[in-house]
Each structure stands twice: as C-alpha cells, then as structure tokens.
C-alpha cells in the first residue's frame, strides 16, 4: 500500500520563501550542484549498508536505492553545470543558499551506517526520504519557469515517493512490533540534528555580527590614534638609544 505524499504545511507557508530561492540562476545553479554531492554521499551509504545486512532482500534493496541515489547525483550536477554554462560558464561565485529553509535530500544525514540495526536505518531512512519527497514537491512547483530543472525534480521526486513507501513497508517487516518505537526515535534524533543545524547557523551568524561591530565600531578609535602617533614622530630615520657598540658587546 502506497502512501499518500503531499507537501507539508510549513513549506506550503513558506512557498514565497522557497519561490525566492529558487527564483535566482546563480544560486539554482550552486544548489543543484550541492543537491548533487549529498545524493552521491546517500549513494554511497546505502551501498555500505547493503554490504552489512544480513538480509538479502534488504541488500537487493538497498542496491537499488544506492544505484537511484547515484543517478539524481548524475541529474542534479548535469543541471546545475547546464544552468552555469547559460551564465557564461563561470565558477560559481558565493550566494546565500538558504540551505535553512531549502535543503536537498538529507540522506543518512551522518548516521554511522556500522552502527545501526536494519530497523532503526529503515526509520531514518524512510523520514529522511519522506521529507525529501515533500520538499522536492514544492521545488517543482515554483520552477514553473523552468521546465529543464522542473522535469529533474519530478523525475527524482517518483524515486524518492519509492524510497519513502519501500522502506516503510520494510520497517514494519523486520520490526512488526516496534515499528513505531523506532520511527519515534528516529523522530527524535531528526529534531535533534535539526536543533544542531540551527545553532550552528546562528552561531555563526551571531559571530559574523560580532565581528562586523568590532570592526566598524572598536577599530576605528584605534587606527586613530595610532595615525595620531605617526604624526608626531619626526620624519625619516632617526637613530635609536641603543647603547653604541663601545658600550656593549652587541
Ligand atoms: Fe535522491
Ligand atoms: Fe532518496
């Protein structure tokens, strides 16, 4: 049974956000370009954890989920280079991501793929896809004016609604009891993952305010001064008080 796949309220409420976002070429272009080395990381865990299951359905599966990650990794960078290319083909220079409010598909998001049961990975994985498939719906919609990048999307987005039903179905196969404990804890770990990103990001803001404050505001006094004091200093150069070498053996 599939489940149903809409996008979320939050993202409903933040469309003129996400449609500002998306509305640059530029950062269209370096967003697509970091979608693509975030699927090709997701890839490459889920083809680590095929190795380690001892369930061979499980492999199988997640085979194929780590050959789908590895084509969007191919779609999104071809997209995001096409998009470059348009733009005169130069590197992309640094622009505001909005990575906040506009993230890709978080995949395993740093979860130690070794360390994890097949059913705690499933109910990662299965929020992780979900979220991804939710967000890439909205993604699409406000690409309207983009029919190349819009397609991309659509194309991944039927993959990732796979990943999400797959996984979901798998949980409840190998956890038919604890199913739901675990996608709670799953939950749980998301939010706080989700609360260290914030803080990171408003760390790091904070620290660049400090330190635009302390350049406008306590430097200038300085550079004063010391101007100040190179004005009184007589000009060219003026022999020290150093001891002459009659009196030191220096
Ligand atoms: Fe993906
Ligand atoms: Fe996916």
Known sequence: MALALRARTFDRLLYPVHRWVWADERRRAEKLLTFAETERDGGRDLSRAAERTRDPLLRRLYLRHSLDEQRHAGLFLARGLAILAELGGASPAATFQASAFAPGERGLDDL??????????????????????????????????DAATRDVFGDVLADEAFHMNYTYAQLR????????????????SRLWKGYLRLATAIGSMMGRVVLTVQYFVILPPFALLAKRAARRLPAGWTPGHRPSPLESQY
Do not use: C, T
């Open 173 to 188: 196969r190998v956890a038919p009891r604890r199913y739901g404990l675990r996608l709670w804890a799953a939950r749980l």
């Open 112 to 145: 130690r793929v070794d360390e994890v049961a097949d059913d705690s990975l499933l109910a990662f994985l299965h929020l992780s896809e979900k979220a991804a498939a939710q967000r890439f719906i909205i993604y699409r919609e406000v690409l309207s004016a």
